[in-house]
């Protein structure tokens, strides 16, 4: 065996056209067909593990796994012979348990199965023209039955058990509906065929004895017991433009050719292809599920109809529709939904439904979504992804990115992602593409369709062209490896095209017939081509001509590549071999072993190749190529590998084949040579977008973020409205338990006062009863005493009373015993004479029955001869009442087998009846225990009332407490409460004046940070100046160096230039010294610098010009912007001093006319003292007004202060004015006077 191995990883297809394609295995896990392998693929995960097919299997026709998940039935065709293999699932990994190839019966496939209820026999399907059902026990490899369910070669659709009767089968097909039951050890049908016969495609068992199916005209059966019970007709709510289009799209999907050998008879395309077409417009039941509802069935193309039970009735009503949805990558997006549903199945808790497709699709819904959705049609959603649904013609990978190109004859582009198992990109056009490469970089794609060749950008969530080429029917393109080439197959033309310039370089012509497949050399300088006229071509490309070829027409070559070292062709084709090509010649053959191989691809290393053959497998080998067959073959599609593909680092290996599949294989050397590059750099992570796309998503993003706002606001605006709301109900049920609270503390008073009278009137009957307790009890002890008397004497009389009778019962039994025996011998005498009386009579009689015999004897001759004739007579009668009698009864046993089928069923009935009230009476002992629990808990709690009372008084008498407390501390809060509004009252002034403070504060902190912005700008200027000036100081000492070093170069050169006067009456020397001076100081470099230097420094020079003149004119436009900033700051000061002073000044005027006032009124209270001398006698010295006097000197006072800070306000702003006037560039505005201060004014009022 070879050293280099496979093994699958990934599987990216579907093949819906086996029968019974998915199902669950558990609630995370199903298994689908896909290529020749079964997958297990975890829903959540996104893990696949697989179930290989048998060896040189043909490909699947039917699956069946068993009620209890534990077997999976596979039925095959290998080499053109029918096998059923069954695996155990539970075993990790799935192993074989048994295989079913032995037949005692002719068969030509397996076309249904299905396991038993217990999972301990299968029964098979086989196809026309034999047609017979086996019922298998599957463990031993014993047929139990067989029987030909059709003799007119009918297609059978479907089998299957009841699932609640191992012995009970039901079959669906063309024209038929049977009912089998095993009995005997044979299969019986119980139910005869009534109305006219209908084309049931599909069925499910809802019950024990219940079946529904549905047929190809779109109506469903409910059969109970073989007899029909319900009927009802699924109708199409598509409107009449579509239906009339349909023949169209049956003809569109007609041209998908799907293979052969793996669709199973009768497939899905002969059941279409037998539908009249009259019945097109009309849906189609290709499947059924039951679940515990109800039951689920496709409703024609796209369409899915849930039935549940009606709860009246025995009968069903749809109560939803699932639909597939739209497609809006598709060309068509109408097509998407027009794809019978041929499979469907429940998750075992029925959370989900899964359905496959005609077009190889899986789709999932879960069923609470289809309940929320009610009126409205629910849609499916895909499984994984959308996948191939034909064959698959092109297939390359990149180096940049894990990235795998696909395209289909289904019109599909899809690139898939390796490492994440994923499907990136996918787009399907109007013309079928049978070629694609993906450039190195992973960015771009050559696709080849019907009608022309096309460069495509794949970008972020598109795939655009950008270029197109009128290449018609290219079967073959591919990228150089450098990927600034790529090379298009017209024909028998290979076209070479630039990935830069987009144009076509050369045309390599050569071949005879179609070239059907080229390979690029490590270096892209040499190009190699195969075609079936079976020649092999390896072309330069510096020159457009051949440099080798080998041809052998008896050859059609399907695939060529060459060895990493470019020295070895390897070539694959028609005649079963694998040929090693170099220098225009074979070199060696390797037998293929009654194969075609259809691709080929060998590895980075050059230590591993891989072929794929035509019958589906793939073929590992080493390279070199052993003598002997030594590979690994391993199973891998169910048609023939049409594309092969390794990636950059060899680590995996792609293959596609007509099976619309896509395999992804992990591949390792077991020597482990040549195999571990280890990637440098990782995987590119760019993606391609476009300008519109960027700016139309940021248009979006504005546009949200936009919404978003406005809908913070209106959420904001809600939620204070909400508040407010909120607030104000708070605050009406705050009064509102306030309220309650003061009600039922009154009651509770109430209720306290009624419970201290109640307590001293129950003390009181408690006083009253225990006296007559007392009473009571000494009056029963005397009467019970005189009681006990009395009994005790009559006790004595009835002792002496029995005494006496025993002594008479004695004397009896003596007389008794003595009149007993004389008895026994009277009646012995009596009975003697009897019998001898008897024996007299009895002899007699003997001699009489002697007479009768001999009379009897003669009497019996003579009857006998007479009852012979009437024995033939009655015999004719009874013969004919016999054949009478028989056939009743064998209408009566028809009729008891029913009755018994009946009452099996009641039996059942009853069982479950009994069981159901044994049940109930296990629940009726437990509720009876949880009574007594709950009894003991109501005691247990009526206990803690008890106390909880108790402590509920003590807690109270606390709360009385509290609340005189409470009391006597809201009159000292009362107290203090105006204590506080005192104090207020005082501090509300002092607030005031701290406020009008704090404001012209803040206002000198804004000017005073006004100010250290401007110092700072200015700081920075002089710093910007300052480097500038250090700049031009090492320029200019750069300069002067230069200059230096100028003049010792004129020294030398002067003193070099006497030197050679010295020679001027010698003209050769002179001339060869003025040549050496030449050649030392002047060289043609020099002059070029010189020149070139010149004008750089004149360069330079006006550049810096420029650059000092424009930061010059911008200091300039600073200076002015700052001046004019100065001014108008200084303005502000300045109108702020004039009001300030306009204040000052009226201020003063008050003080004034205050003045002047408190000067008349002293003059006048003088004027009164002097004229009522008499009356300030009688008047005390403490009643006298003391309030002018004091009120006079504190608005002095007030006034003094009031002026004096004005004054060093006044001051401080002068200051402030005559910095700013020293500050450059600062002029003052002129005209502008301050008003005088009349200081001396203000002295004289002062010292009046």
């Known amino acids: ?141 014993k047929v139990m039955a067989i029987v030909r369910i059709d003799t007119q070669n009918n297609a059978v659709y479907q089998v299957s058990f009841n699932p609640q009767d191992n012995t009970q089968i039901c079959i669906t097909g063309n024209g038929m509906f049977k009912l089998l039951r095993f009995a005997e050890g044979t299969l019986k049908q119980t139910n005869f065929q009534r109305g006219e016969p209908q084309n049931y495609l599909a069925h499910t068992w809802v019950s024990d004895d219940k079946i529904i199916a549905g047929t190809d005209t779109g109506r469903l059966f409910l059969f109970e017991s073989g007899d029909q019970r319900w009927e009802t007709s699924i109708v199409v709510k598509e409107p009449t433009s579509e239906t009339k289009n349909l023949g169209m799209i049956h003809e569109s999907e007609s041209l998908i050719e799907f293979p052969a050998v793996s669709s199973p008879v009768p497939s899905y395309e002969q059941v279409m292809m037998t539908s009249s077409h009259s019945q097109l417009s009309l849906p189609q039941v290709f499947a059924i599920a039951a679940y515990s509802k109800g039951f689920a069935c496709s409703a024609g193309p796209g369409r899915v109809l849930l039935f549940e039970k009606m709860e009246d009735k025995e009968f069903y009503r749809e109560s939803r529709e699932i639909r597939i949805p739209v497609d809006p990558q598709s060309n068509d997006p109408s097509q998407s939904d027009k794809q ?3 499979c469907m199945c429940f998750s075992p808790s029925e959370e989900t439904l899964i359905a496959s497709t005609s077009k190889n699709q899986l789709y999932s819904i879960t069923m609470s979504l289809t309940e929320i959705s009610k009126g409205e049609p629910a849609h499916f959603e895909y499984l994984m992804y959308p996948l191939h649904s034909a064959s698959i013609t092109g297939l390359d990978t990149c180096i940049r990115k894990p990235l795998i190109a696909t395209c289909s004859v289904d019109r599909s582009v899809r690139i898939w992602n390796y490492e994440s198992n994923s499907l990136e990109l996918f787009k399907e056009y109007q013309e079928e593409a049978y070629t694609i490469s993906l450039h190195p970089s992973g960015h771009y794609i050559v696709v080849g369709f019907a009608d022309k060749l096309r460069i495509m950008n794949l970008l972020i969530d598109d795939i655009r062209s950008f270029k197109e080429y009128s290449v018609r029917g290219c079967r073959e393109c591919s990228f150089s490896n450098g990927g600034h080439l790529f090379a298009a197959v017209n024909g028998n033309v290979i076209h070479i095209f630039s990935t830069t310039s987009l144009e076509n370089i050369s045309n390599l012509k050569g071949h005879t017939g179609k070239i059907r497949s080229v390979a690029w050399n490590t270096d892209d300088s040499k190009l190699i081509s195969c075609g079936t006229d079976g020649a092999v071509y390896e072309w330069s490309l510096s020159t457009g001509k051949r440099e080798t070829e080998c041809v052998l027409k008896s050859c059609s070559y399907n695939c060529v590549t060459i060895s990493p070292d470019s020295k070895i062709i390897f070539a694959v084709g028609s005649d079963q071999t694998l040929k090693e090509i170099a220098d225009s010649s074979v070199i060696r053959e390797m037998s293929a072993f009654d194969v075609i191989y259809t691709a080929i691809v060998i590895s980075h290393s050059g230590r591993m190749m891989f072929v794929g053959t035509s019958v589906g497998t793939i073929r590992a080998m080493k390279y070199p190529l052993p003598l002997l067959k030594e ?20 680590q995996f290996l792609l293959s596609v084949a007509e099976d619309g599949c896509l395999f992804t294989w992990k591949v390792f050397d077991k020597d482990g040579r040549g195999i571990k590059r280890e990637r440098e750099v990782g995987f590119a992570e760019e993606v391609l977008v476009t300008k519109t796309d960027m700016e139309e998503k940021a248009q979006v993003m504005l546009e949200l973020k936009t919404r978003v706002e406005e809908l913070k606001m209106e959420n904001e605006y809600q ?157 004719t009668k009874y013969e004919k009442k016999l054949r009478d009698e028989k056939e009743a009864n064998l209408r009566l046993k028809g009729e008891t087998g029913i009755m018994r089928k009946k009452f099996s069923s009641l039996q059942k009935e009853i069982e479950e009846r009994t069981n159901d009230i044994e049940l109930l009476k296990g629940e009726q002992v437990k509720l ?127 003193t070099d230039l006497h030197n050679c006067v010295a020679y001027i009456q010698e003209p050769r020397q002179l001339k060869e010294k003025v040549r050496a001076l030449f050649e030392k100081y002047v060289q043609r470099a020099d002059m070029v610098e010189i020149a070139g230097l010149n004008s750089d420094l004149q360069q330079e020079y006006a550049r810096q010009r420029e650059h000092l003149e424009r930061n010059l004119a911008t200091l300039k436009k600073k200076v002015v912007k700052e001046s004019e900033l100065h001014r108008t700051d200084y303005v502000r000061i300045m109108q702020e001093n004039v009001s300030l002073i306009k204040e000052i000044n009226e201020l003063r005027r008050e003080l004034k006319f205050t003045r002047s006032q408190v000067y008349d009124l002293e003059a006048a209270l003088k004027l009164t003292k002097k004229i009522q001398p008499e009356v300030s006698e009688t008047v005390s010295s403490e009643d006298l007004p003391s309030v002018p006097p004091t009120m006079r000197l504190n608005v002095q006072e007030e006034t003094g202060r009031i002026i004096e800070m004005q004054r060093l306000e006044i001051q401080r702003l002068r200051d402030q004015i005559q910095e700013q006037e020293q500050v450059p560039g600062f002029h003052p505005l002129a005209g502008v006077q301050l008003p005088s201060l009349s200081v001396e004014a203000d002295s004289k009022a002062q010292t009046k």
């Open 928 to 1054: 009876q225990g949880v009574i007594k629990s709950l009894e003991k808990d109501i005691m247990g709690l009526k206990r803690e009332i008890q106390e909880r009372d108790e402590t509920i008084q003590d807690k109270e008498k606390r709360i009385y407490d509290l609340k005189k407390k409470n009391q006597e501390l809201e009159k000292f809060k009362f107290v203090l409460d105006y204590k506080i509004k005192e104090l207020k009252k005082q501090i509300e002034p002092r607030e005031n004046e701290i406020k009008v403070m704090k404001e012209q504060i803040q206002e000198m902190e804004a000017e005073l940070e006004r100010f250290h912005k401007q110092n700072t700008q200015l700081e920075l200027n002089i710093i910007e100046l300052w480097q500038k000036l250090r700049a031009t100081d090492q320029e200019m000492r750069r300069e002067r160096q230069k200059e230096r070093d100028l003049e010792a170069l004129v020294k030398r050169f002067k």
């Open 631 to 650: 590979f690994n073959e391993y199973q891998a599609h169910a048609g023939p590998v049409t594309k092969m593909s390794l990636t950059f680092d060899d």
């Open 719 to 875: 939620l204070r409205l909400k508040d407010m709301n909120y607030s104000e109900k708070i605050k009406e049920l705050t009064d509102k338990f306030l309220q309650e609270m003061e009600s039922l503390k009154t009651k509770n008073q109430v209720l306290k006062a009624e419970k201290e009278k109640q307590d001293v009137l129950h003390r009181e009957r408690m006083d009253d009863l225990l006296d007559k307790q007392s009473r009571e009890l000494q009056d029963l002890e005397c009467c019970n005493n005189q009681k006990l008397l009395l009994e005790y004497e009559k006790y004595q009389e009835l002792q002496l009373k029995s005494q006496r009778m025993q002594e008479e019962y004695e004397k009896q039994l003596r007389d008794n015993d003595e009149t007993k025996s004389q008895a026994l011998e009277e009646l012995t005498e009596f009975y003697e004479a009897k019998l001898q009386e008897k024996t007299t009579l009895l002899e007699e009689a003997q001699e009489d029955v002697r007479q009768q015999l001999r009379e009897f004897e003669e009497t019996k001759k003579q009857i006998e001869e007479d009852e012979d004739r009437e024995i033939q007579d009655i015999k």
């Open 1 to 141: 065996m070879s050293t280099v191995v496979a093994q699958s990883l990934h599987v990216f297809g579907l093949r819906s056209h086996v029968s019974n394609n998915v199902f669950f295995f558990d609630e995370q896990i199903i298994i689908f067909p896909s290529g020749n392998h079964c997958v297990k693929y975890n829903v959540d995960q996104k893990w696949q593990k697989f179930i290989p097919g048998s060896d040189k299997s043909q490909g699947m026709l039917a699956l069946a796994i068993s009620p209890n998940r534990r077997y999976l039935a596979i039925s095959e065709t290998v080499q053109d012979k029918p096998v059923i293999t069954i695996y155990e699932l539970s075993a990790i990994p799935c192993r074989k348990r048994k295989i079913l190839n032995n037949f005692d019966f002719p068969v030509q496939k397996f076309i249904c199965i299905a396991f038993s209820p217990d999972s301990k026999y299968l029964l098979t399907q086989t196809s026309p023209p034999e047609s017979n059902l086996v019922y298998w026990l599957w463990e031993k490899q």
């Open 340 to 342: 019978d549903v041929l």
